[in-house]
């Protein structure tokens, strides 16, 4: 099922939006980097922490990776809303 459209989407979103052609060119490079052996066995050490930890498949926690090189369970907002280059 697709994700709802957002009523008031920032402006990256709003740009994707109303330029199919520059969506379509940035799709296929998403597909194309996240298709990279390096990003395939990052996706799959993380899948394999959480398969361990019991949470795969049910929501909850994310498996963040700390500065020592740890992983450990961290909320999706927290872990996805870090260094993301805001000023």
Known sequence: MAP?????????AKYYRDNPDARK????????????????????????????????????????HTKSGRMVPESPSKNRARNRGRK
């Open 25 to 64: 060119k940035k799709k296929a490079y998403d597909t194309e980097y996240h298709d990279t052996p390096k990003r395939r066995a990052y996706r799959a050490a993380l899948a394999r922490k959480r398969r361990k930890e019991g949470v795969m498949g049910k929501g909850g926690k994310d498996m963040s």
């Open 4 to 12: 709802r459209r957002s009523s008031s989407p920032k402006s990256s």
